[in-house]
């Protein structure tokens, strides 16, 4: 993951540089919550560490200003608080921080917190690849409608044809059978496209030419 440190400290700012890297991840580093802003409206991050109290931009500021970036990956948020600053901590999390981190800094911590932030982070991906799938989902399906709409009247003009061309009582036998079975293919084809406006996921078969879409299953996904 990539992790964003916004530290004042220049001490306790390498040791939690040297913590990240030893655990194996990517490393950005801040001496305050400007600096760090720019930092990850430039790059992002999957993690942010930040102190609470910095000059200028304060944690807090930094916090909101993360959350408030639209972005499609989540970024975890974590304080770095002493142990008597647990009021700032709780007040973090209502702004919108993910947890905290209490100086002075222990590694098995920190290793805990980036655990937890990659299980929330790919959490957060697979719920907007989903959202995607979803919205071309919704984009097909209404495409498939909008075409069966434009087949069922394009089919319609050829049924009423056919129920001409099938009441003449001219026609040669063999005529005849041709124009009924044109009919019953006309029909299937009209079922076809009847299940095609009802789709909401897609069902595929196996046949000897290769997978190719199941009309019928995909088509009863909508009445489950």
Request: net charge negative; with cysteine; aromatic share 4%.
């Amino acid at each position: 993951m990539r992790v964003l440190i916004a530290e004042d400290s220049p001490l306790e700012r390498n040791m939690l540089q040297d913590a990240v890297a030893l655990l194996g991840h990517e490393c950005l580093v801040a001496a305050d919550g400007a600096e760090a802003w720019e930092l990850f409206s430039r790059h992002g991050a999957d993690v942010v560490i930040s102190d609470w109290m910095m000059p200028g931009m304060d944690g807090l500021e930094l916090c909101r200003r993360v959350r408030s970036k639209e972005r499609a990956a989540y970024t975890y948020f974590v304080f770095l608080t002493r142990l008597e600053d647990r009021p700032h901590a709780l007040q973090g999390m209502q702004a919108g921080a993910d947890d905290y981190l209490v100086k002075p800094l222990d590694i098995d911590d920190l290793r805990l917190r980036l655990i937890a932030a990659e299980r929330v982070t790919a959490l957060h991906q697979r719920l907007a690849e989903a959202k995607l799938t979803e919205g071309r989902l919704e984009g097909v399906t209404l495409a498939g409608r909008a075409l069966a709409h434009l087949l069922n009247n394009s089919l319609l003009q050829v049924a009423a044809r056919l129920e001409a061309l099938e009441a003449r009582p001219d026609l040669p036998p063999d005529v005849t059978g041709q124009v009924s079975d044109a009919a019953l293919r006309l029909n299937q084809a009209v079922e076809h496209v009847e299940r095609l406006q009802h789709i909401v996921r897609v069902e595929m078969r196996e046949t000897p030419a290769g997978p190719i879409l199941d009309l019928q299953r995909s088509a009863e996904q909508a009445e489950c």
